[in-house]
């Protein structure tokens, strides 16, 4: 806190202060060693883990899962969750590239289209939900298959080929970085910042803590809670439009009709990686962040070490249970105390 | 929100509250229609039998939409219902009980019948109860990390979708089995003609009688007959109730994982049946078993919070989505059909949810 | 905020509501209520359980919406359809469940709907300072704003609730059942604040089954019988017992507890200078077969702790339990209705109720040996038998033991879950809290059954932290205070000993002096 | 009674009229739809259905999914076309399938994938598995110089063809390039982005890598990609078996050197073509003239097998020929 009135004196500024959980939980810390062991780890027993052009693909890989998963951070802690954002994402990128393909469009225009798309879709699953009294996993399976069904409609049995280099900015290539870092991480860094922001310090993030600890309760408070839910719905749309440019931008020159696929479930292991409780009501988007990251370094890690490819997703799976376990272990120690 | 209309005013002076007003059997049957899944979706199967046998009687179906046809896609629901019941178990076990590494056990599961029976060659029956053993163990840490760790299932459950995937193709050198004794196994799913009736029934696939009936009724004589089902029902409804009700939580949540392992390794050898070949992809390929699973079981009226599920609702939404799929590919040609089986399998699932989730509050519904 | 600046002319009503009804589903929760409610009163509101109090107030704050009728606010027709249109005229509620969001802190639940803002961002040192008063009000420690609310007591969470429901100018407060789990100290500070409210014009609507404290908070009464609003008195022209004919609609019997019965038999449980932690230490108490003994203590005392720590539902750290003659300590409740013991929990929807499961379902469910006729399965015919049999016995008011055990009222409710401890017979029952949020009726009914089966022979062990239900039906009271046994009675203990007792010696003067409750309306109320 | 199965003879009960009027009707099961290796064979298909007039018919599922296959051919075999011809994701489970559609009357067939175990009459191959596997390495170990370190990037563990392809590609480099090594084969599924990354991976792990494999069609751009990226572009050369349109890019900026295929169009004609002669109970011979294109198409009597002929290198000399 740095805004504390002059006239509050040191017990209530105390309080203040701790009023709120800690800004860096517990969790994040353990994933930030578990993430730095690795890295180390793989430093010294592969011959390039830590080079520029090993970490530099791996933050592009990270972006567009750790972008959605802020959105899906913001929709967990309302107690929901969205299975469709494979199929959104797939619907998002299609249009974006034939749009490309078809009309020399700038870049603001392509991921203006790619964000305004994903936000309809994000509607329409946040008012099926908000409005319609049935649980978000279910709408939202169903949605998945209609989202599905459209982008394969729009693919039309063909792959888009020949996608310009409109979005090369926020590619894996030498266009996509300033200063070695690349942009698309960048963006996607300063998003979970905002998120942070946004979750701790105003009325609508706290809102969304509420609305997932007792959604009865925050109505009867008189927490708006319906319109509170379709916008976390509406906004991870957003936020998978523009991860539908990153994945464009990441890719070969030709779309196919595998674009986002299961990319669901990879982005609901980084939020439940990064300490968000399932249940709803507790959890962090910078852990998001880091749950993505500890995926991805799983994953290159064991092709880069030379292990058969897959034994990759036998780690992640380990990865989960101890990342998870240490958050249990520290949550059953603290009720004990 | 007005009272429904057909409630008529009661005699104030009755000593309870609780009115049980007489109505007519049309509006009683129309309640049932939109707040009851099991109706709903019986209704819905009488619909598409109906508009099939009349778009078929006009000529507009490029096969004909009969009772062999309905009988031999029964194959593909023998898998799906399996699972759904799996499913149901595990979801109204509660406390956001789900099962995402179905799949992934029918496809290890499947590679250790196909070794113990194909490539040891063991006979049929140790075969399978080993198969069955390690489908229960495979489920058993499900249940230990949900259960007793404490781990969310959706997370403990993801963890094990990645590693038994991951596994299947590493033990099995990613190669499928299908040595002899696996080609022949076919003989347990294909078609048969039943003794005596037989001759003027449909052909209806072997494994809907070695499989999905047997497994059908044990779900639910275990979920309505038995104490086990009372106990599952109860910490599904609230956990915490269960508990001072001294039920045992922990042993009857880690069972119901252990459940899903063993009817997800009964799917994986009626699978290895199926195709007459045991892969590591089985139960992961495309877009694995285990979401369209809990999709036919929501479907089916599972709540996903927990403590309310029917296995007659599962086996109906499995029928539904079955033959459904099946009616599309004859009426619409190409790639198409199949792309228009994903759009319908969704505006099914949000469309029987959000009546049922509308008219609930109607009708004061819970 | 309307109301509290503009207070309405004299005589004229703050709030009117007329010819209210709603029905859920086919339940007719409401079938014709009037209420009027003046500016600066305190107009309370009783009935039976499931009369259709909280469904009344609900109407008025938003949480349901009534099926036909008019409110009027302030002499103005007004359409309340959602919590916000109520909380924007200023009515605040605090409910009989306790609706709070266990993950975050005291502080933040106080204020989520109402956060204080500055350029878009939460003022959160604002808030803070605000907490300290509230807290004060409500007489909570300064240090608990920062603590989750989910590690409270449910006692401590009702205190929130009000604090809540303080924490906006209000000009309608509504509290239901407020009192059904504090202590008779913090009633007093609830008191106290009810008083300072209508000084200032707030109108206050108060539900309540203890219809003593009515005299000595409330101006008005409305009483409420199967969905209707029978009259709307002054306090002052009534009794107790005057009410609780009206409630019921005839008259109330009762008897305490009699003595002749308690020939007592071999102690059935002994604890030995048993503790948990710092939950509790150092008790001992003994119950023999027949015998029934009462602990009463305030929020805090550890009594709670200890009837469960009995249950296996709090770990034993220190200290012998002695059950049937052995040493025992069981893991969980499993193990300790193995043995024959069988526990009603305090909190009913929480601890206590399968709530979208149907009552014979709720009945059966801790005692799925006696449903089988063969041992794994469950025998349908028992089960309706079973169920039939506790509907008839514990006079249950439903339908059919079909009914989904979520429409019934608290009071109803609670005696499903009793039945449920009687299936099979306990050798020790324990009853925390057995009679709260019950009406009169229902109270007494639940008395003579707990007394019936003391004289059968079971040992009963009672935790409450209502007075009169202690002396009442208890053969020995023991006092708790702060995790020890501060006391011991006979049952012929006066209320003031017990009070000096539970809230140590400079307390108890206070309370005794502040709650000048008359022995023999109490008795009255009774029978 | 319910069934018809004793009442309406056997191919075409209540399917009848799917042919047209007495059209023959020639059904394709592709592995997975919508993707431009088989949506060409479906062009090269209809374009000999238009040719020599028969009926073609094409569906596939959605997923390269074993299951969602079998659901199409069983709706095939309700419809009671006159040939079936599939491109099995499973070989081993669509034998079974196959042995109910010839029980019903209908010629079965293989095309692209074959199910050696079935009771299909013929397969219709594109290149031998030799010449691609072959021709995916020699390929390669031109634009390498004949010697040092490669990597394949495969898609799916179990898809039958790729495995054997690459069973060839390791005996011939061991046997024709004792200089050249296989590193790794890691397996990035139907997923491009996958691959990208794998071939990333790749080349960190062996800094000394000069060579990279895409062995599918998402794949092949896929490690050409990750060269672009990495901006090793004659450095690390790249070979794969993509196709045409999806490759343009990449070998025009040398960061694919070639991409092995074979005609696909020509395969779906050679497809079509052959499910008539089933249809109309014609014989191969051991060399037939199907279309100008296809003057020579081979018969291998033994293993029941039309080879459309050798595998075809693609460069950027070539690819504009192909619009798919
Ligand atoms: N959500 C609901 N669904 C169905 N019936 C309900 C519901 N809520 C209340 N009822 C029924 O409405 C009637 C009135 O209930 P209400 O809760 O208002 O009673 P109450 O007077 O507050 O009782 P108590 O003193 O036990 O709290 C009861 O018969 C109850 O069973
Ligand atoms: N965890 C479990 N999983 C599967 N079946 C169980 C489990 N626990 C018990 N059962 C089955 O339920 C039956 C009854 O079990 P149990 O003795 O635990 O309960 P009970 O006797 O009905 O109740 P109580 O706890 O009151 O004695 C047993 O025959 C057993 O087969
Ligand atoms: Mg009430
Ligand atoms: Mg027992």
């Given at each position: 806190?740095?805004?504390?009135?002059?006239?509050?004196?040191?017990?209530?500024?105390?309080?203040?202060?701790?009023?709120?959980?800690?800004?860096?939980?517990?969790?994040?810390?353990?994933?930030?060693?578990?993430?730095?062991?690795?890295?180390?780890?793989?430093?010294?027993?592969?011959?390039?883990?830590?080079?520029?052009?090993?970490?530099?693909?791996?933050?592009?890989?990270?972006?567009?899962?750790?972008?959605?998963?802020?959105?899906?951070?913001?929709?967990?802690?309302?107690?929901?969750?969205?299975?469709?954002?494979?199929?959104?994402?797939?619907?998002?990128?299609?249009?974006?590239?034939?749009?490309?393909?078809?009309?020399?469009?700038?870049?603001?225009?392509?991921?203006?289209?790619?964000?305004?798309?994903?936000?309809?879709?994000?509607?329409?699953?946040?008012?099926?939900?908000?409005?319609?009294?049935?649980?978000?996993?279910?709408?939202?399976?169903?949605?998945?298959?209609?989202?599905?069904?459209?982008?394969?409609?729009?693919?039309?049995?063909?792959?888009?080929?020949?996608?310009?280099?409109?979005?090369?900015?926020?590619?894996?290539?030498?266009?996509?970085?300033?200063?070695?870092?690349?942009?698309?991480?960048?963006?996607?860094?300063?998003?979970?910042?905002?998120?942070?922001?946004?979750?701790?310090?105003?009325?609508?993030?706290?809102?969304?803590?509420?609305?997932?600890?007792?959604?009865?309760?925050?109505?009867?408070?008189?927490?708006?809670?319906?319109?509170?839910?379709?916008?976390?719905?509406?906004?991870?749309?957003?936020?998978?439009?523009?991860?539908?440019?990153?994945?464009?931008?990441?890719?070969?020159?030709?779309?196919?009709?595998s674009v986002g696929a299961g990319r669901e479930l990879a982005v609901i292991a980084a939020v439940v990686i990064g300490g968000t409780s399932i249940l709803g009501g507790r959890g962090s988007v910078v852990g998001t962040l880091f749950g993505a990251i500890l995926v991805q370094t799983v994953l290159s890690g064991v092709t880069q070490l030379g292990w058969p490819s897959q034994l990759g997703f036998l780690f992640v799976g380990l990865f989960i249970i101890v990342a998870v376990g240490t958050d249990l272990l520290r949550e059953k120690a603290r009720k004990k105390k | 929100m007005s009272a429904p209309p057909s409630t008529p005013p009661v005699d104030a002076t009755t000593a309870t509250n609780v009115v049980d007003p007489p109505r007519s059997w049309a509006s009683r049957a129309l309640q049932a229609l939109l707040t009851q899944r099991i109706v709903l979706l019986a209704v819905l199967i009488v619909i598409l039998l109906g508009v099939m046998t009349i778009l078929d009687a006009s000529g507009l179906l490029s096969g004909s939409y009969n009772a062999d046809y309905l009988a031999a896609a029964l194959i593909s629901a023998v898998p799906l219902a399996l699972l759904g019941l799996a499913q149901l178990i595990v979801i109204t076990s509660g406390r956001g009980g789900i099962d995402l590494s179905v799949g992934s056990m029918v496809s290890?599961?499947?590679?250790?019948?196909?070794?113990?029976?194909?490539?040891?060659?063991?006979?049929?029956?140790?075969?399978?109860?080993?198969?069955?053993?390690?489908?229960?163990?495979?489920?058993?840490?499900?249940?230990?990390?949900?259960?007793?760790?404490?781990?969310?299932?959706?997370?403990?459950?993801?963890?094990?979708?990645?590693?038994?995937?991951?596994?299947?193709?590493?033990?099995?050198?990613?190669?499928?089995?299908?040595?002899?004794?696996?080609?022949?196994?076919?003989?347990?799913?294909?078609a048969v003609e039943l003794p005596v009736i037989g001759g003027v029934l449909p052909l209806v696939p072997l494994g809907v009688f070695t499989f999905l009936l047997p497994a059908i009724v044990l779900v639910w004589l275990g979920m309505n007959k038995t104490t086990w089902g009372r106990r599952v029902y109860a910490?599904?409804?609230?956990?915490?109730?269960?508990?001072?009700?001294?039920?045992?939580?922990?042993?009857?949540?880690?069972?119901?994982?252990?459940?899903?392992?063993?009817?997800?390794?009964?799917?994986?050898?009626?699978?290895?049946?199926?195709?007459?070949?045991?892969?590591?992809?089985?139960?992961?390929?495309?877009?694995?078993?285990?979401?369209?699973?809990?999709?036919?079981?929501?479907?089916?009226?599972?709540?996903?919070?927990?403590?309310?599920?029917?296995?007659?609702?599962?086996?109906?939404?499995?029928?539904?989505?079955?033959?459904?799929?099946?009616?599309?590919?004859?009426?619409?040609?190409?790639?198409?059909?199949?792309?228009?089986?994903?759009?319908?399998?969704?505006a099914v699932l949000v469309f029987a949810a959000l009546l049922n989730g509308l008219t609930k509050r109607k009708y004061g519904g819970i | 905020m309307p109301g509290t600046t503009d207070p309405a002319p004299p005589g004229a009503a703050r709030i009117e509501l007329t010819d209210i009804h709603k029905n859920y589903g086919g339940v007719r929760a409401i079938r014709h209520a009037d209420l009027i409610v003046a500016p600066g009163e305190v107009h309370a509101l009783v009935g039976e359980n499931g009369a259709g109090k909280s469904t009344l107030i609900k109407i008025l704050s938003g949480a349901e919406r009534a099926d036909g009728g008019t409110i009027r606010y302030d002499g103005r027709d007004v359409t309340i359809s959602s919590t916000s249109d109520a909380i924007g005229l200023g009515v605040q509620t605090v409910y009989q469940e306790p609706q709070l969001f266990p993950e975050l802190s005291v502080a933040e639940n106080v204020f989520v709907g109402r956060e204080i803002t500055r350029a878009g961002r939460i003022d959160w040192s604002a808030q803070a300072e605000q907490m300290h008063t509230l807290l004060a009000t409500v007489g909570l420690p300064d240090r608990v704003s920062t603590v989750p609310v989910g590690q409270l007591s449910i006692a401590e969470q009702q205190q929130v609730s009000i604090a809540k429901a303080l924490a906006a100018e209000a000009s309608v407060l509504i509290l239901d059942e407020p009192s059904a789990i504090l202590t008779d100290s913090e009633i007093e500070v609830l008191f106290a604040v009810i008083r300072r409210l209508t000084g200032t014009g707030v109108s206050v609507i108060y539900i309540s089954h203890r219809l003593d404290e009515l005299f000595r908070i409330a101006d008005r009464v409305t009483v409420m019988r199967d969905g209707r609003t029978i009259t709307t008195r002054p306090i002052a022209e009534l009794s107790v017992r005057q009410i609780a004919e009206l409630m019921v609609g005839g008259i109330v019997t009762a008897s305490r507890r009699d003595d002749a019965a308690a020939s007592r038999g071999a102690p059935v449980l002994r604890l030995e200078s048993l503790a948990s932690g710092d939950r509790f230490h150092g008790v001992d108490l003994q119950v023999a077969a027949g015998e029934i003994v009462g602990v009463y203590g305030l929020i805090g005392s550890g009594a709670g702790d200890v009837a469960a720590a009995v249950y296996g539902m709090v770990p034993v750290t220190e200290g012998t339990l002695w059950y049937d003659g052995g040493a025992r300590r069981f893991a969980n409740p499993r193990q300790a209705k193995r043995e024959g013991?069988?526990?009603?929990?305090?909190?009913?929807?929480?601890?206590?109720?399968?709530?979208?499961?149907?009552?014979?379902?709720?009945?059966?469910?801790?005692?799925?040996?006696?449903?089988?006729?063969?041992?794994?399965?469950?025998?349908?015919?028992?089960?309706?038998?079973?169920?039939?049999?506790?509907?008839?016995?514990?006079?249950?008011?439903?339908?059919?033991?079909?009914?989904?055990?979520?429409?019934?009222?608290?009071?109803?409710?609670?005696?499903?879950?009793?039945?449920?401890?009687?299936?099979?017979?306990?050798?020790?029952?324990?009853?925390?809290?057995?009679?709260?949020?019950?009406?009169?009726?229902?109270?007494?009914?639940?008395?003579?059954?707990?007394?019936?089966?003391?004289?059968?022979?079971?040992?009963?062990?009672?935790?409450?932290?209502?007075?009169?239900?202690?002396?009442?039906?208890?053969?020995?009271?023991?006092?708790?205070?702060?995790?020890?046994?501060?006391?011991?009675?006979?049952?012929?203990?006066?209320?003031?000993?017990?009070?000096?007792?539970?809230?140590?010696?400079?307390?108890a003067q206070e309370a005794a002096g502040l709650a000048p409750i008359d022995p023999d309306e109490q008795e009255g109320a009774a029978g | 009674?319910?069934?018809?199965?004793?009442?309406?003879?056997?191919?075409?009960?209540?399917?009848?009229?799917?042919?047209?009027?007495?059209?023959?009707?020639?059904?394709?099961?592709?592995?997975?739809?919508?993707?431009?290796?088989?949506?060409?064979?479906?062009?090269?298909?209809?374009?000999?259905?238009?040719?020599?007039?028969?009926?073609?018919?094409?569906?596939?599922?959605?997923?390269?999914?074993?299951?969602?296959?079998?659901?199409?051919?069983?709706?095939?075999?309700?419809?009671?076309?006159?040939?079936?011809?599939?491109?099995?994701?499973?070989?081993?489970?669509?034998?079974?399938?196959?042995?109910?559609?010839?029980?019903?009357?209908?010629?079965?067939?293989?095309?692209?994938?074959?199910?050696?175990?079935?009771?299909?009459?013929?397969?219709?191959?594109?290149?031998?598995?030799?010449?691609?596997?072959?021709?995916?390495?020699?390929?390669?170990?031109?634009?390498?110089?004949?010697?040092?370190?490669?990597?394949?990037?495969?898609?799916?563990?179990?898809?039958?063809?790729?495995?054997?392809?690459?069973?060839?590609?390791?005996?011939?480099?061991?046997?024709?390039?004792?200089?050249?090594?296989?590193?790794?084969?890691?397996?990035?599924?139907?997923?491009?982005?996958?691959?990208t990354a794998m071939a990333t991976d790749l080349m960190n792990a062996h800094p000394d890598l000069t060579g990279l494999v895409g062995e599918c069609t998402s794949s092949a751009p896929g490690v050409a990609q990750a060269v672009r990226d990495a901006g090793k572009i004659g450095e690390v050369f790249t070979v794969g078996l993509g196709t045409p349109q999806s490759m343009k890019d990449y070998l025009e900026d040398g960061s694919s050197s070639a991409s092995i295929l074979w005609n696909v169009e020509q395969l779906g004609y050679l497809t079509g073509w052959a499910g008539l002669q089933l249809a109309e109970g014609n014989g191969f011979q051991d060399t037939n003239d199907v279309s100008e294109e296809l003057s020579a198409v081979e018969y291998f009597p033994d293993e029941k097998q039309l080879l459309l002929g050798p595998a075809l290198r693609i460069t950027t000399e070539n690819v504009d020929e192909f619009d798919y």
């Open positions: 806190m740095t805004t504390t009135r002059p006239e509050t004196g040191p017990v209530v500024q105390a309080t203040a202060r701790r009023i709120l959980p800690p800004a860096v939980t517990g969790q994040e810390w353990v994933l930030v060693g578990v993430i730095a062991v690795l890295w180390v780890l793989l430093g010294i027993f592969t011959p390039a883990f830590l080079s520029p052009g090993s970490v530099q693909p791996l933050l592009v890989a990270v972006a567009p899962i750790a972008l959605v998963g802020v959105g899906m951070t913001f929709i967990i802690l309302t107690a929901g969750i969205d299975v469709s954002v494979g199929g959104a994402i797939m619907v998002c990128a299609v249009i974006t590239a034939k749009l490309m393909v078809g009309a020399d469009v700038p870049l603001v225009v392509a991921v203006l289209v790619a964000v305004v798309t994903g936000t309809l879709l994000g509607l329409l699953n946040g008012f099926l939900i908000a409005y319609g009294r049935v649980h978000a996993i279910i709408i939202t399976f169903g949605t998945a298959n209609l989202f599905q069904f459209l982008g394969l409609r729009i693919f039309g049995s063909s792959t888009v080929n020949g996608i310009p280099s409109t979005l090369e900015a926020f590619g894996r290539g030498e266009a996509g970085r300033t200063f070695g870092i690349p942009h698309s991480f960048a963006i996607t860094v300063v998003v979970v910042a905002l998120a942070w922001w946004y979750l701790r310090y105003t009325r609508g993030g706290r809102h969304l803590y509420a609305i997932g600890g007792n959604e009865n309760a925050a109505r009867l408070a008189g927490v708006r809670v319906r319109p509170r839910v379709m916008s976390s719905y509406a906004i991870t749309g957003g936020l998978v439009g523009l991860a539908a440019c990153f994945i464009i931008a990441a890719g070969t020159s030709s779309l196919d009709q | 290890l599961t499947g590679i250790v019948f196909g070794y113990l029976y194909g490539i040891l060659e063991l006979p049929l029956v140790v075969a399978i109860v080993i198969t069955v053993l390690a489908g229960a163990l495979a489920g058993a840490v499900n249940g230990i990390l949900v259960s007793y760790i404490g781990f969310p299932a959706l997370i403990a459950t993801l963890a094990t979708f990645y590693m038994y995937r991951s596994l299947a193709l590493v033990v099995s050198g990613q190669k499928p089995i299908n040595a002899p004794a696996i080609q022949q196994f076919y003989d347990a799913a294909r910490i599904g409804t609230n956990d915490v109730a269960a508990v001072w009700a001294g039920l045992g939580n922990k042993s009857t949540r880690a069972s119901a994982y252990v459940l899903s392992g063993v009817i997800s390794s009964v799917v994986a050898i009626y699978t290895v049946a199926q195709f007459a070949s045991a892969r590591p992809d089985a139960g992961t390929s495309g877009n694995g078993m285990a979401l369209p699973a809990i999709t036919i079981a929501v479907l089916g009226g599972v709540a996903i919070t927990g403590g309310i599920g029917r296995v007659a609702g599962v086996v109906l939404a499995a029928l539904l989505i079955v033959w459904l799929n099946a009616g599309i590919l004859l009426l619409v040609p190409g790639n198409e059909g199949s792309q228009l089986q994903l759009f319908a399998l969704g | 013991i069988s526990m009603l929990p305090a909190n009913r929807s929480a601890q206590g109720s399968f709530a979208f499961q149907s009552i014979a379902f709720n009945i059966t469910i801790g005692a799925l040996g006696v449903l089988s006729a063969v041992r794994g399965w469950v025998s349908g015919r028992r089960e309706t038998a079973i169920a039939d049999d506790m509907i008839a016995r514990l006079s249950i008011k439903t339908p059919s033991a079909r009914q989904p055990i979520s429409a019934m009222s608290g009071g109803n409710a609670q005696k499903v879950i009793l039945a449920r401890q009687l299936v099979q017979p306990p050798r020790l029952l324990v009853l925390a809290e057995p009679t709260q949020g019950v009406d009169i009726g229902a109270k007494e009914e639940i008395h003579r059954i707990v007394s019936g089966l003391a004289d059968d022979g079971a040992a009963v062990l009672v935790t409450t932290s209502d007075l009169g239900e202690v002396l009442r039906i208890s053969d020995r009271i023991l006092v708790m205070r702060e995790g020890r046994i501060a006391a011991e009675f006979g049952p012929d203990a006066s209320q003031v000993q017990i009070l000096a007792a539970a809230a140590g010696d400079e307390r | 009674g319910c069934t018809s199965r004793d009442t309406g003879g056997t191919a075409d009960t209540g399917g009848a009229d799917a042919g047209g009027d007495g059209d023959v009707t020639v059904a394709f099961v592709p592995k997975l739809q919508g993707i431009p290796y088989f949506e060409a064979m479906n062009t090269g298909g209809q374009q000999a259905a238009d040719d020599l007039g028969f009926e073609w018919l094409y569906q596939g599922p959605t997923t390269a999914d074993a299951a969602a296959q079998a659901d199409i051919v069983r709706s095939f075999i309700q419809q009671g076309v006159d040939v079936l011809i599939v491109a099995p994701n499973d070989p081993d489970s669509m034998a079974p399938l196959l042995q109910e559609a010839a029980d019903a009357g209908i010629k079965v067939a293989t095309s692209d994938t074959d199910a050696p175990n079935s009771v299909r009459e013929v397969f219709v191959n594109q290149a031998s598995v030799e010449g691609i596997g072959q021709g995916l390495t020699d390929a390669l170990l031109e634009a390498m110089g004949g010697s040092g370190k490669y990597a394949i990037v495969s898609c799916g563990e179990t898809a039958a063809n790729l495995n054997a392809w690459i069973e060839v590609q390791e005996a011939y480099t061991a046997e024709e390039y004792p200089d050249a090594e296989i590193v790794d084969i890691v397996y990035a599924g139907e997923d491009q982005a996958a691959a």
